[in-house]
């Protein structure tokens, strides 16, 4: 290794190609995203400690500090990696200040463990250092995951570093990584995309070029046919082609977001125009035909592939918890590579929808595939190996998506605003405070449950700076305020303290101005109800409508259709558009009429009548958010709901 350079600063990030820049110094001290984040410190996180207790995942390390190590536990060669997400998540919270002293030490025990497990070499995986481990190190790449271990450990060990000044894992992370440098210098790449992200990460901490050299390379080198498996195929590691040919993502759902946020921060370091052109056509691609309506991805149970183009059923959705958080962290940096506020869209509707249902309301039990309908005779598939839950599951024995949730969870606060040169971008909506640029801004609101947000600055520079506040693509009529006037009325002022604001441009409102201490901002961004068809090809939905209001997706379940069974519910667009909105306890809940339809014939596939007798059954349904279904109990439940268009012919009174 080569001398270190200056290391950036906490949380800084140096991007060459980047049109913003990340900003670490947001707090989210109210709302529904705070609700999340406590949760998580006082849930989720001790849960998630006493399953990786309880698991062997911590003992895989101990034992191999004793003179006759006992068995690996567990079935997987990568189940370091939940403790490395635990621990990322630790350090954000212990770093912010929100967690307690049963969190260090656990934070401590670890990282004591994970430096005194590492070979001499620098090596650390406990299952593969297992003196009965039937395999060496680096034999099989295809399903070793080592390097997908290392892109978790990298992540763990500079979250740390950043956040809680503490480098002890880095220097952990940094000697694995020296020995991956050395050992992949010519060849070789991970089945499991995931460390590209990490080591360009690395080298954004230390400054140290060979990380990004490498990081680059295992994009490069994909896509040969090199990954050899007994039962997946190439696509499945996309190794069938190289990244740039891919016509559209594919394979492993998991993997290819995973890969495709690491060809991200590639690009974001080396400007290489080939691999953002290959990037934007395939998140154009993913998002227009690949992608369900709550902006889960991965269609097929079947080797957690994505699947084909409008392969989008709801019953048999995988939408794998992890698949929804790899394309937030895809998109946010699509979107600081080009400002872009569609990418913001979609990270928001996977944020609220397809990411949030993977935990339980008492954040104590997860989805690992996330359906948008489950049938009232629904079968639950390991039902038995996981207790017979038939919901979510206290843990996994793959299990990925817990420990995901709590590090992605704890940073929520990183994906709110970001900044570029004389301008605060507001990428989202949270109560709390928005430091780290020359403005700074105290936020209040209660998104998403309704769209008004009040932005005051609490300090200012001296000459004029730019507020560009993002307008969601479903916000239409949004409209801003300065100091209580509105801003075409303060467009006549542009000096001394006066303002300008244009309209929303490509999903941004800018308001640039000679700001003051106490100047106050207000957005409003009508919520009202929508009714979402899906494209023609999509067979699986065709004819069937969804709800939204802001960035949620909302569905029916059994519990609050009392009238009539949720499959025969008929739910025409002005039922829809005009349902009474209504704010309970810990959610906004969307009330409507609706018509029942009869019970169907018994036969399969009826032979149709050239007219149907109209539905005159009229019942009230409410709606839920989709994050929230199945904590009530397992019911019959589906995000699509019948129109009259779907009833072949049978038009709703
Ligand atoms: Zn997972």
């Known amino acids: 290794m080569t001398s270190k350079q200056v290391k950036p600063l906490s949380g800084a990030v140096r991007t060459s190609a980047g049109a913003v820049r990340p900003l670490a110094g947001v707090r989210i001290t109210g709302g529904l995203l705070h609700h999340w984040q406590r949760r998580n410190g006082t849930a989720t996180i001790p849960h998630t400690i006493e399953q990786l207790r309880a698991a062997g995942n911590v003992a895989n390390l101990s034992r191999l500090l004793e003179q006759d190590p006992a068995p690996y536990r567990g079935r997987y060669p990568f189940l370091d990696t939940d403790l490395y997400k635990t621990l990322e998540g630790l350090a954000y919270e212990l770093g912010d200040g929100r967690a307690g002293e049963p969190v260090r030490e656990f934070f401590d025990e670890v990282v004591g463990l994970l430096e005194r497990v590492q070979a001499g070499d620098g090596y650390l995986n406990s299952f593969f250092q297992d003196p009965a481990a039937t395999k060496k190190p680096w034999e099989d790449l295809a399903w070793g995951h080592e390097l997908y271990n290392l892109g978790h450990l990298i992540q763990a060990a500079v979250a740390a570093?950043?956040?809680?000044?503490?480098?002890?894992?880095?220097?952990?992370?940094?000697?694995?990584?020296?020995?991956?440098?050395?050992?992949?210098?010519?060849?070789?790449?991970?089945?499991?995309?995931?460390?590209?992200?990490?080591?360009?990460?690395?080298?954004?901490?230390?400054?140290?070029?060979?990380?990004?050299?490498?990081?680059?390379?295992?994009?490069?080198?994909?896509?040969?046919?090199?990954?050899?498996?007994?039962?997946?195929?190439?696509?499945?590691?996309?190794?069938?082609?190289?990244?740039?040919?891919?016509?559209?993502?594919?394979?492993?759902?998991?993997?290819?977001?995973?890969?495709?946020?690491?060809?991200?921060?590639?690009?974001?370091?080396?400007?290489?125009?080939?691999?953002?052109?290959?990037?934007?056509?395939?998140?154009?691609?993913?998002?227009?035909?690949?992608?369900?309506?709550?902006?889960?991805?991965?269609?097929?149970?079947?080797?957690?592939?994505?699947?084909?183009?409008?392969?989008?059923?709801?019953?048999?959705?995988?939408?794998?918890?992890?698949?929804?958080?790899?394309?937030?962290?895809?998109?946010?940096?699509?979107?600081?590579?080009?400002?872009?506020?569609?990418?913001?869209?979609?990270?928001?509707?996977?944020?609220?929808?397809?990411?949030?249902?993977?935990?339980?309301?008492?954040?104590?039990?997860?989805?690992?595939?996330?359906?948008?309908?489950?049938?009232?005779?629904?079968?639950?598939?390991?039902?038995?190996?996981?207790?017979?839950?038939?919901?979510?599951?206290?843990?996994?024995?793959?299990?990925?998506?817990?420990?995901?949730?709590?590090?992605?969870?704890?940073?929520?606060?990183?994906?709110?605003?970001?900044?570029?040169?004389?301008?605060?971008?507001?990428?989202?909506?949270?109560?709390?405070?928005?430091?780290?640029?020359?403005?700074?801004?105290?936020?209040?609101?209660?998104?998403?449950?309704?769209?008004?947000?009040?932005?005051?600055?609490?300090?200012?520079?001296?000459?004029?700076?730019?507020?560009?506040?993002?307008?969601?693509?479903?916000?239409?009529?949004?409209?801003?305020?300065?100091?209580?006037?509105?801003?075409?009325?303060?467009?006549?002022?542009?000096?001394?303290?006066?303002?300008?604001?244009?309209?929303?441009?490509?999903?941004?409102?800018?308001?640039?101005?000679?700001?003051?201490?106490?100047?106050?901002?207000?957005?409003?961004?009508?919520?009202?109800?929508?009714?979402?068809?899906?494209?023609?090809y999509l067979d699986a939905t065709r004819g069937a409508a969804s709800l939204a209001r802001g960035p949620l997706v909302y569905c029916v379940e059994q519990q609050d259709s009392p009238d009539a069974a949720v499959d025969d519910l008929v739910i025409g667009v002005p039922e829809i558009v005009n349902a009474n909105i209504e704010r309970r306890d810990d959610a906004v809940v969307l009330t409507l009429t609706a018509a029942a339809a009869p019970p169907p014939s018994s036969e399969l596939y009826p032979e149709l009548p050239l007219e149907e007798a109209p539905l005159e059954t009229t019942v009230t349904a409410a709606f839920v958010p989709y994050f929230l279904w199945g904590n009530r109990g397992p019911e019959a439940m589906r995000v699509w709901v019948r129109t009259p268009d779907a009833t072949n012919g049978k038009k709703a009174k």
């Open 161 to 536: 570093a950043r956040r809680m000044g503490d480098e002890r894992l880095l220097r952990v992370a940094e000697r694995f990584a020296d020995l991956v440098v050395e050992r992949f210098a010519d060849d070789g790449v991970c089945g499991h995309p995931e460390v590209e992200m990490a080591l360009v990460e690395l080298y954004r901490e230390t400054g140290l070029r060979a990380y990004l050299d490498l990081a680059a390379a295992f994009v490069d080198r994909r896509g040969k046919g090199q990954l050899k498996h007994s039962i997946f195929p190439g696509d499945y590691f996309q190794d069938h082609l190289p990244f740039r040919e891919l016509p559209s993502v594919t394979g492993h759902a998991v993997r290819m977001a995973y890969l495709a946020a690491g060809a991200a921060d590639v690009y974001l370091e080396t400007g290489d125009r080939s691999l953002f052109e290959a990037l934007e056509r395939l998140w154009d691609d993913m998002v227009a035909t690949k992608l369900y309506v709550t902006g889960g991805l991965g269609s097929r149970h079947s080797d957690e592939a994505i699947g084909d183009r409008y392969e989008l059923p709801s019953e048999r959705a995988y939408t794998e918890t992890c698949a929804a958080i790899a394309v937030m962290q895809w998109g946010w940096r699509m979107f600081l590579a080009t400002g872009g506020a569609g990418y913001l869209d979609v990270f928001e509707r996977v944020l609220y929808n397809a990411y949030a249902v993977g935990l339980s309301a008492d954040g104590k039990a997860f989805f690992y595939d996330n359906p948008l309908q489950r049938r009232p005779d629904h079968e639950q598939r390991s039902g038995a190996e996981a207790g017979g839950e038939p919901l979510r599951r206290a843990w996994f024995t793959c299990p990925c998506c817990p420990p995901n949730i709590v590090r992605w969870m704890a940073q929520l606060g990183d994906y709110v605003a970001a900044e570029r040169d004389g301008a605060l971008l507001v990428a989202s909506y949270a109560e709390g405070r928005i430091e780290g640029t020359e403005l700074d801004l105290a936020v209040e609101t209660a998104y998403p449950w309704d769209g008004d947000v009040r932005l005051t600055v609490e300090r200012a520079p001296d000459g004029p700076y730019g507020l560009v506040l993002r307008v969601p693509g479903w916000a239409r009529g949004a409209t801003v305020t300065v100091n209580g006037r509105p801003h075409e009325a303060d467009a006549a002022v542009t000096d001394g303290g006066g303002s300008r604001a244009a309209e929303p441009h490509d999903g941004w409102l800018t308001v640039e101005r000679r700001w003051q201490a106490g100047d106050e901002v207000r957005l409003t961004l009508p919520m009202p109800v929508r009714a979402h068809g899906s494209h023609p």
